[in-house]
C-alpha cells in the first residue's frame, strides 16, 4: 500500500469510494433514508470536489487502485477518513491516520476534531480523539446524530 496526496484526477474514483463505502456499511447503524442522503453527498459533484480539495487529503492505493482516503484542514479539522468496503479492517484506515496525526504535528496543530460516524467513532479514539459531544445535523431533509471528538496536542 502507498499513501500520497489526493489530485483533481483522483475525484471520480473518490466519490466512487465514498459512494460505495456509504451504501456498504451505513445500513449497520442507518436507516435507509439516512443511509441513502449521506451517499447522496458523492454526487454533489462541487460540494465534493471542496470536500476533497480544500484540506490537504491522502489517498491510500494498492495494486487494486484507491482503498481509502483521509483528509484534514488547516483549522484541525478531520474532514474524511473513509476506507474502501472490500479493504476495511486491514490497518488502512490506522495508516491513514497516522498519516493525519503527522501532518498535524508538522504543522504543530494544537487541536484536531471531526464529527464521527458510528462506524470511524472507533477509528477515532483508537488514536486517542475524546467524545465531548453530539450534535444532530440534516441532510437532504433526513437528521443524523454525529459524535463530535477532538484530540488536545500538549
Excluded: C
Excluded at 437532504?140 to 471528538?149: A, I, K, M
Amino acid at each position: 500500500m502507498h499513501i500520497r496526496l489526493a489530485h483533481e484526477s483522483d475525484l471520480a474514483e473518490l466519490a466512487t469510494l465514498f459512494y460505495q463505502t456509504v451504501l456498504e456499511h451505513a445500513p449497520q447503524s442507518y436507516t435507509p433514508e439516512q443511509t441513502q442522503a449521506w451517499a447522496s453527498f458523492a454526487t454533489e459533484t462541487d460540494a465534493f470536489e471542496r470536500f476533497i480539495l480544500d484540506a490537504t487529503t491522502y489517498v491510500a492505493e494498492d495494486e487494486t487502485g484507491i482503498v481509502g482516503f483521509a483528509g484534514i484542514e488547516q483549522n484541525g479539522h478531520v474532514s474524511s477518513a473513509y476506507v474502501r468496503g472490500d479493504r476495511t479492517r486491514r490497518g488502512i484506515g490506522s495508516a491513514l491516520m497516522q498519516v493525519l496525526l503527522n501532518d498535524a504535528a508538522q504543522r504543530q496543530m494544537p487541536r484536531l476534531y471531526a464529527e464521527a460516524s458510528e462506524f470511524s467513532l472507533g477509528l477515532f479514539k483508537k488514536f486517542g480523539f475524546q467524545l465531548y459531544d453530539t450534535e444532530v445535523v440534516d441532510r437532504r431533509g433526513v437528521q443524523f446524530t454525529r459524535y463530535l471528538v477532538e484530540k488536545i496536542r500538549l
